[in-house]
């Protein structure tokens, strides 16, 4: 019997060569999700640099023209690599959200009158560029 903690429900349930072969195909995503993990780690390390470089200079936390071309280009990539265009927009679109907030976290804290918290700063910066509501920001400052 199997101990593999990737087997999940599929070790009572089938043959151990399909288990087998089931396991192998899960090792494989294991490594995937791992350098996903890692790829992400390094995208916001850098994105964290630009947005310390945009508040010390004061400009916008987001830049819609460099978003657009951006995403054009990896939609095109997608299309090469028989990815769904559509989910890689939304998925770079998630992205550039979080990495837009935490530019917005940085330039408050950078800007902010002393005694003002992050979240507000953050928050009253997601409101005047959404026109919503002010919303507490989750995004650690230290984060880009
Ligand atoms: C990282 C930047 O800031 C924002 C985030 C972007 C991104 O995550 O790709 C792109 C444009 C900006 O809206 C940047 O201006 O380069």
């Known amino acids: 019997m199997s101990t593999d903690p990737r087997a999940g429900e599929a070790a009572a349930q089938v043959e151990p060569e399909i288990l087998d ?3 192998s195909m899960r090792a494989s ?3 995937i999700d791992a350098t996903l993990v890692y790829l992400l780690a390094e995208r916001f390390k850098a994105t964290q640099r630009v947005g310390v470089l945009k508040a010390k200079h004061r400009l916008p936390a987001a830049d819609p023209a460099r978003e657009k071309n951006q995403i054009s280009r990896l939609k095109r990539l997608a299309d ?3 990815l769904d265009p559509e989910f ?3 998925f770079l679109n998630f992205i550039i959200e979080e990495v837009i907030r935490h530019h917005e976290a940085i330039s408050g804290a950078t ?3 002393p005694g003002t ?3 507000e700063t953050s928050a009253a910066a997601q409101s005047s560029r ?3 509501g002010a919303q507490a920001s989750e995004a650690p400052v ?3």
């Open 21 to 23: 072969e089931l396991l």
């Open 88 to 90: 890689a927009e939304k």
């Open 142 to 144: 230290e984060r880009g």
């Open 111 to 113: 800007t902010a009158a």
């Open 117 to 119: 918290s992050a979240a």
């Open 80 to 82: 090469e690599a028989q």
């Open 130 to 132: 959404t026109g919503a």
């Open 29 to 31: 995503i294991d490594n």
